[in-house]
């Protein structure tokens, strides 16, 4: 009798006697055995245990399996992803989704480690907090303790990264996640999602990009294996890039470039507009209002404001966008003149950014910094159709998590104590 | 003139003209200058940099500061917390709290490379998820595309870990974040605390409390510089922790040996009672309704549950419980036993559960683990008085966020998305 024993590491081909035969796919079984050469006709070269097989001792059987509902050895892509998510404990025993798991976890220990090095300190900043204008929809949860009210998840910890530079923290990171109430799309996930988010005191963009390349080249190159077209990245102005491709995001492989699957062209764009025109001709900032105005444009914002170029910074691969970052204001007078030609009233400048503004008051380095979507990097770096092929238990299109059947009712005592009611 | 100059690092001593005179307190500059060898009758033995000061070369001043709340030299302990809290993003500034931030991202760091080099992966579970059976209130989000829906907060990534040991995880980590909306008490913060979080599967107690030991040894003794009383960490069961200390919390340091801020006495409690019984004489579990009873006492769960003992095993650690954590059931049927003498309905267990009882339907490795939370582990080593002093922003006992005003009221357009009121 043959059979393939699997554990995280691969597989292994089992040889004994009619116990074996009692096994059934995916049973668990604990055993004992001797590692023998295979006989040289049956070696595989295609497995990486394949010259070698396991002369089987004692078999116990610690867990039967009943019939799957889908089979776990194919890439699982023809597979409708409603029933993956449904079984999603069951999925990640395919190989692909293993190894991506794997990939995800040896990604975010090397960027830890790497930062570790280099000075660079994790803070956590809360979950339970205030409403940000990061542009989407926030998630809200009611409070018991002060009914009526709701804290915000946060959209990203910009505001916090900020105060933790004026608390002289100097060099900031964190593998953080990020909220989103807003409508899936391909290279988004709905709900959550996982930023890197680092920022650092006495900087210029200079060190920034000289930084953050240096961190992607290594992962890249060293813990993913893949290549990069062109180093060191290329940079690109706004306008040069909308000129050149149209957008500013772009590709700079060729057509025989996209066919080679380990091949990243990484290129930055910097000297964005401050401002850009929503179609009700408002302005709005083009990455968000803390994103300093270079120096030389700051008379034009009085002038003509969305000339006004400014020190943000965006980082794109294959053609997505995948980070992006900015030196930040730090002269509470230009906040306020940006929040002011936003629109927004004196009275909601202080009840949004009141805090930001007064602790500027009390002595702010200069800082900036930038993030990137782990699961959204990560995604591209590897090519996967979607960046729930990177995600644990990602929620689907419609905001359910199919493994554990959320968001469900909550009961009337539960609503009460929040002191909220469903609308009918 | 003389300046104090304070970085993340630490004070220097700078030397100058009148340009010195202009600095007001926490003003923030940037400084050339010369390091030089301070007369031998000016050296400062009880400042690091003391044999040194900087001669000043030129001088900007890069951010003016207003005059402080309070001063943020001290150790910060007098001042009322609701205003330490308020002006957190200065708090932080006291070397006490930012030597705190940097023990706690050395920490964290530590226990990562740990698990890493022991070939654990760090896998995200969600926080948009479904109420877990931990016991604790849940926070609750309205969800906008399922109308009348919430999702709950994770009490703890329980469920998802034992699902990824289903998934063929084998050794899982994370550093998670944790919500419950119970009332703070000294040795908890209200809302939110961090986790870490393993599970391995083809385990058994002794070998997570020899891993668990290990990685609090090498943490404590190398990294935080503390002694420990006893090596390898005594381990009681529950009846003699009870019978000589008269409780399952305990402290084994003597008065004398109390005075040693450095010095840690941890300890094993193991056999604890898989139930207990509530002041209405119901049964709930000692720990959680995952937790395995011990294999000779199974027959035990029909007559006499009360008898039963667990496989659960707590960490204590100069009187306080720091971490805990079992090993699994994993036969689906002592599983559902377990939920119904706990009381629940066939309807609940389904609802609750099913998933969980399904997973294990499919072959289901056994598996164990334990947990601790970061902010008491780390306040209980430091002697910290309170978990919040090795936060960066912790929520107030009122649930409030002091820097960001937070709970606020949502603006009706919100509420009218989510499907949701406000009741009078």
Redesign the interface.
């Known amino acids: 009798m043959f059979v393939d024993l699997?554990?995280?590491s691969g597989l292994v081909q089992i040889v004994g006697d009619q116990k074996l035969g009692e096994l059934r796919t995916?049973?668990?079984i604990?055993l004992e055995g001797t590692v023998k050469a295979r006989p040289a006709k049956l070696v595989n070269s295609k497995l990486p245990t394949g010259e070698v097989e396991v002369e089987a001792g004692k078999v116990t059987i610690?867990?039967?399996?009943?019939d799957?509902p889908f089979e776990v050895t194919s890439d699982g892509l023809q597979i409708k992803e409603d029933l993956r998510l449904k079984?999603?404990?069951?999925d990640?025993?395919r190989p692909r989704l293993?190894a991506n798991?794997?990939k995800?976890?040896q990604m975010?220990?090397f960027i830890?480690?790497w930062l570790?090095e280099r000075g660079f300190?994790?803070?956590?900043?809360?979950?339970?907090?205030?409403?940000t204008p990061e542009g989407a929809?926030?998630?809200?949860?009611?409070?018991?303790?002060?009914?009526?009210?709701?804290?915000?998840?946060p959209q990203s910890p910009q505001?916090?990264k900020q105060?933790?530079m004026?608390?002289?923290?100097?060099?900031y990171f964190q593998i953080a996640?990020c909220?989103r109430?807003e409508d899936p799309r391909a290279d988004r996930a709905?709900?959550?999602f996982?930023q890197l988010d680092l920022e650092l005191s006495?900087t210029d963009q200079a060190e920034i990009l000289s930084l953050t390349e240096q961190l992607f080249t290594s992962l890249v190159e060293q813990v993913l294996g893949k290549k990069i077209l062109q180093k060191p990245f290329p940079k690109f102005t706004y306008q040069e890039a909308v000129k050149q491709f149209g957008d500013d995001k772009f590709d700079l492989r060729d057509q025989k470039q996209r066919q080679d699957p380990d091949l990243l062209a990484f290129a930055w764009v910097v000297d964005f507009p401050l401002f850009e025109k929503t179609e009700t001709r408002q302005l709005r900032p083009s990455h968000h209002p803390f994103t300093a105005p270079k120096d030389e444009d700051l008379p034009l914002l009085d002038q003509d404001p969305v000339k006004v170029r400014s020190w943000q910074h965006d980082l794109v691969c294959n053609g997505h966008e995948i980070a992006g970052g900015s030196l930040r204001i730090?002269d509470p007078q230009v906040q306020h003149k940006i929040f002011e030609i936003l629109g927004h009233t004196q009275q909601e400048i202080q009840q949004k950014f009141g805090?930001l503004l007064e602790?500027?008051?009390?002595?702010?380095?200069?800082h900036g910094g930038i993030a990137f979507g782990i699961d959204r990097a990560l995604a591209v770096f590897l090519g996967e159709p979607s960046l729930r092929e990177v995600?644990?238990?990602p929620?689907n299109a419609?905001?359910?998590?199919a493994?554990?059947?959320?968001?469900?009712?909550?009961d009337a005592a539960?609503l009460?104590?929040?002191?909220?009611?469903?609308?009918k």
Chains 1, 2 share one sequence.
């Open positions: 699997r554990d995280r995916e049973d668990v604990a610690l867990s039967r399996a009943a799957l079984y999603r404990y069951l990640l025993r293993a798991l794997k995800r976890h975010v220990s830890r480690r570790d300190w994790e803070v956590e900043t809360p979950i339970l907090t205030k409403a929809r926030d998630f809200l949860v009611p409070s018991r303790l002060q009914p009526g009210q709701f804290y915000a998840l505001q916090y105060l933790l004026v608390a002289g923290v100097e060099k996640r909220f109430d709905y709900g959550e996982t006495f730090t805090h602790a500027f008051r009390y002595g702010v380095p200069p995600m644990a238990f929620l419609s905001g359910q998590t493994v554990m059947d959320a968001p469900s009712p909550a539960q009460k104590e929040l002191a909220i009611n469903v609308r």
